[in-house]
T-cell receptor, first 115, second 113 residues
Framework: GAVVSQHPSWVICKSGTSVKIECRSLDFQATTMFWYRQFPKQSLMLMATSNEGSKATYEQGVEKDKFLINHASLTLSTLTVTSAHPEDSSFYIC???????????FGPGTRLTVL | AQSVTQLGSHVSVSEGALVLLRCNYS??????LFWYVQYPNQGLQLLLK??????LVKGINGFEAEFKKSETSFHLTKPSAHMSDAAEYFC???????????FGKGTMLLVSP
């Protein structure tokens, strides 16, 4: 149980284009989903928290107009990197949490490379 | 504010030796504590969690951790390392259990034959 998937697992795009990453909770309803960014050999940096049907809450320093988050259902959240630039290249990981439990379950991550 | 400190960015052990990964936390309220493992180019997998019940918590793959309030610690141990344990390990804290997670910087466990 508690499986979270991400799609795509890796993506290469040209500078200036937009990329959408999907995060799905496969066997539970995720009242809250989180998006993280991880640089090589570093820890996870929380980008934003989203609750189903509400606007995402972004961490300080994260551009909400650049990283668009949608949490339209209890099993799906999407992160869209708009007008991507090489500095946006990173490993993006989502996690999902059901109501009433403290732990987060993580997706396998998406490697984004912007050329 | 909550924070996590993991002592040692790298820990090296021989196969069959004891594994000890250190984690200290700070929290203004009773914390919920977690250990996650990350294999290369993968997401995080929950190893175990402390949620204010038993202070000695057993997890998957033979790992366990002990919550020590007086020492504000939650060290991860395994009696006998296996080659497949080589990975990055992250300690995390959530204040009150339902807030966001704060991660430590991670400890890379290296296992030699």
């Amino acid at each position: 149980g508690a499986v979270v998937s991400q799609h795509p697992s890796w993506v290469i795009c040209k500078s200036g284009t937009s990329v959408k990453i999907e995060c799905r909770s496969l066997d539970f309803q995720a009242t809250t989903m989180f998006w993280y960014r991880q640089f090589p050999k570093q820890s996870l940096m929380l980008m934003a928290t989203s609750n189903e049907g509400s606007k995402a809450t972004y961490e300080q320093g994260v551009e909400k107009d650049k990283f668009l988050i949608n949490h339209a259902s209890l099993t799906l959240s999407t992160l869209t990197v708009t007008s991507a630039h090489p500095e946006d290249s990173s490993f993006y990981i989502c996690s999902a949490k059901a109501g009433g439990v403290p732990e987060q379950f993580f997706g396998p991550g998406t490697r984004l490379t912007v050329l | 504010a909550q924070s996590v400190t993991q002592l040692g960015s790298h820990v090296s052990v021989s196969e069959g030796a004891l594994v000890l990964l250190r984690c200290n936390y700070s929290s203004s309220v009773p914390p919920y504590l977690f250990w996650y493992v990350q294999y290369p180019n993968q997401g995080l997998q929950l190893l175990l969690k402390y949620t204010s019940a038993a202070t000695l918590v057993k997890g998957i793959n033979g790992f366990e951790a002990e919550f020590k309030k007086s020492e504000t610690s939650f060290h991860l141990t395994k009696p006998s390392a296996h080659m497949s344990d080589a990975a990055e390990y992250f300690c995390a804290v959530a204040e009150g259990g339902y807030s966001t997670l704060t991660f430590g910087k991670g400890t890379m466990l290296l296992v030699s034959p």
